[in-house]
């Protein structure tokens, strides 16, 4: 982009050229590039430390927020620098956890990438775990949402699980933005990072006279039929767990 500047990354040359190329990944502008800058800038100083850095990225003011890394036998603090990056130098090898200051109702955005359940454990609401290497950095970054949640089970009349209805969390003011899924087999939902506010919590049927539930993306009432609604109001770092909805038996037919 004309006019913006960027931080690049070179590698060295293949055996099959003598030039060196841009390096994917890395390469960034320079208003995302604010960790990797702090440490380039002060290469000579801190060349062949341990490291450990990061950036807190939330909805909320990020600089000046605490950071401790707990050892196994110490305990290390630091804090972000405006931009929302912290740093640390010459913590020893080891392993770590790591916990950042959050204001009240917001919670860790745990990252679902990481391959075995033992390491999803690791991370929680408010702490992220790593080990550092001799002589290497670490870095841990971390993305926050709202902790606030609207949980609970749908059943017919009979009180049987209802599976595959389609439910929705429409707000009662247009600049918070709706929420639909389906229930699972056993009839449950669950309904993350709500933004506070009033909201319609429908149970709905698409498509008039099919007699049979089916997933949708959204409740529309010209083309799918309501079954009940209630009203929910959700506070900052609060949510409505164990809710009970019952709706009206539904024919189900054979076909799909």
């Not at 604010?34 to 430390?49: E, I, T």
Request: positive net charge; proline residues 5%; glycine residues 8%.
């Amino acid at each position: 982009m004309i006019g913006r500047e960027y931080l690049l990354y070179l590698n060295p040359p293949d055996e099959a050229s003598d030039l060196w190329y841009l390096g994917q990944g890395r390469s960034s502008e320079v208003s995302d590039a604010a960790n990797d800058l702090l440490y380039l800038n002060n290469l000579d100083k801190v060349h062949g430390k341990t490291r450990v850095s990061g950036t807190l990225d939330g909805d909320f003011p990020v600089a000046g927020k605490k950071v401790r890394i707990l050892g196994k036998n110490s305990t290390f603090q630091t804090a972000t620098n405006e931009h929302g990056v912290y740093e640390i130098y010459g913590l020893p090898p080891g392993k770590y956890l790591i916990a950042p200051e959050m204001p009240y109702g917001w919670i860790i955005d745990r990252d679902e990438s990481f391959p075995t359940v033992s390491e999803r454990r690791m991370h929680s609401k408010s702490y992220k775990a790593f080990t550092l290497k001799p002589k290497r950095h670490a870095v841990i970054d971390f993305a926050f949402k709202i902790d606030n949640a609207v949980q609970g089970r749908v059943y017919d009349q009979n009180g049987r699980p209802l599976a595959d209805a389609g439910i929705a969390l429409i707000p009662e003011k247009d600049d918070i933005g709706e929420s639909s899924q389906f229930t699972d087999k056993k009839g449950r939902f669950k309904f993350e990072s709500v933004s506070a506010g009033r909201y319609k919590l429908i149970v709905h049927e698409d498509k008039l006279g099919s007699g049979r539930l089916t997933r949708v993306s959204y409740y529309d009432p010209q083309k799918s039929k309501l079954l009940t609604a209630l009203t929910v109001n959700i506070k900052h770092g609060e949510s409505m767990r164990g809710l009970k909805i019952f709706v009206p038996t539904v024919a189900r037919s054979s076909s799909r």
